[in-house]
């Protein structure tokens, strides 16, 4: 009796072994369903930005550069800030009313688990005007991703944040800033854009309000993207930045500067790529005429 059980165990382990050789999309199927990739994804989550904060290895934006964005280039003074690991209701709330005060929008790229706890402070963040883009569900690093995950991750939070909003998100920031070129494609593929960022005021490691303005306030030129964070882990500290904020801004539009939010800047940026290619091809026909 038990030579026969052992006998159909191992033909199931070898029927199962060839199923996987000879049709290895059928077992990618049904990892990818909903239920049981979900069941994995939460493991992707690495932690707070100090712990996990990783460097670009290879110049995205140069090889996608209709994906991914890291600064634009305005005729006139103009500047984009962000927020990221929102919502919370701590400093988020804090947040929305120095912008509310000085009328300034900004982009919130917020964490789909986050959103779901905080639906009120979503509703907020919409109805004052600004942005909303997709940080993920769960914080995932997708540079540790396949495709089919990061995919499943970023619809999960983007379905969220259109329930909570009633308006569609195609804008992704990834955690850590942690992309790798298959990563890219993938988000590409599925009609999103990238918007990273051109200064960071690490407010993340807990800064003084000095601190982060020092971070940010130097390093501003037209067409820069600007880093801050309106929520962090148990162990982070925003009090800096927000104390920061109002000074930010007043500087800023002291100098003239406007600001836009992602939206606003793929919409330039898309101008600017059609007014580019009308000379170019007016060029090729002054060349041929002659």
Do not use: C
Not at 161 to 167: A, C, F, K, N, P
Not at 222 to 236: K, R, T, W
Not at 256 to 266: M, P, Q, V
Request: hydrophobic share 40%; glycine share 6%.
């Amino acid at each position: 009796m038990r030579n026969t059980a052992f006998f159909y165990i191992i033909i199931g382990i070898l029927i199962s072994v060839a199923t996987v050789i000879a049709k290895p999309q059928a077992v990618d199927s049904l990892l990818q369903s909903k239920w049981l990739g979900e069941v994995a994804l939460p493991r992707y989550t690495d932690g707070s930005e100090r712990e996990s904060r990783t460097p670009e290895t290879v110049d995205l934006v140069s090889l996608f550069p209709d994906i991914v964005i890291r600064q634009w280039y305005p005729k006139t003074q103009k500047v984009a800030l962000t927020f990221d690991d929102g919502p919370d209701d701590v400093y988020t709330p804090k947040i929305l009313d120095v912008l509310a005060k000085y009328k300034v929008r900004a982009t919130f790229f917020l964490i789909g688990s986050a959103a779901n706890k905080h639906q009120e402070i979503v509703r907020r963040i919409h109805s004052e005007g600004h942005e909303i883009g997709n940080h993920t569900y769960f914080h995932s690093n997708l540079s540790r991703m396949a495709p089919w995950q990061i995919l499943l991750d970023l619809r999960k939070a983007r379905k969220t944040l259109s329930d909570i909003t009633g308006e569609d998100v195609l804008v992704v920031r990834p955690p850590y800033g942690a992309l790798d070129p298959p990563a890219v494609k993938a988000i590409g593929d599925e009609g999103y854009n990238v918007l990273l960022w051109t200064v960071d005021s690490l407010d993340w490691w807990g800064l003084s309000k000095e601190e982060v303005m020092e971070n940010v306030i130097p390093r501003v030129e037209s067409g820069v993207i600007v880093l801050h964070h309106s929520a962090g882990g148990p162990d982070e500290d925003l009090t800096g930045s927000v104390d920061a904020l109002p000074e930010i801004i007043e500087t800023l539009q002291a100098q003239g500067y406007t600001f836009l939010t992602a939206s606003e800047i793929l919409e330039e940026i898309r101008i600017q790529n059609e007014i580019k290619k009308e000379a170019e091809e007016a060029s090729k026909k002054r060349a041929r005429a002659s």
